[in-house]
């Protein structure tokens, strides 16, 4: 019943900045926290950022730590993902994900947005 939708992807050149959104609709639980992730090639998936749904508590991975920016509008359904002087190895699709109340587990995914950072 959950859609995740992203958009705002891109190719864009080192130190170059990108804002990321994905947008929920169709819900019929509420939500306890989402999540982006990403996934270079040749590498594991990484996690980026997640962000509690009620409170706004946030979390980052180190590797984007004082760059990225995770925020959410809870009257929009929507989550952002502000990033901030990109590296070349910020390449990679990137996901979001939503952690239902009374589940475990992020248990929805969008379908990825690719960015690309060249130097």
């Known amino acids: 019943q959950v859609q995740l939708v992203e958009s705002g992807g891109g190719s864009v050149q080192a130190g170059d900045s990108l804002m990321l959104s994905c947008a929920a609709s169709?819900?019929?639980?509420?939500?306890?926290?989402m999540g982006w992730f990403r996934r270079a090639p040749g590498k594991e998936r990484e996690f980026v950022a997640a962000?509690?749904?009620?409170?706004?508590?946030?979390y980052y991975g180190d590797s984007v730590k004082g760059r990225f920016t995770i925020s959410r509008e809870k009257a929009k359904n929507t989550m952002y993902l502000r990033m901030n002087s990109l590296k070349p190895e910020d390449t990679a699709v990137y996901y979001c994900?939503?952690?239902?109340?009374?589940?475990?587990?992020?248990?929805?995914w969008g379908q990825g947005t690719q960015v690309t950072v060249s130097s």
């Open positions: 962000i509690s749904w009620s409170g706004g508590i946030t």
């Open positions: 169709g819900r019929t639980f509420g939500t306890y926290g």
């Open positions: 994900a939503e952690q239902p109340l009374g589940s475990t587990e992020y248990a929805y």
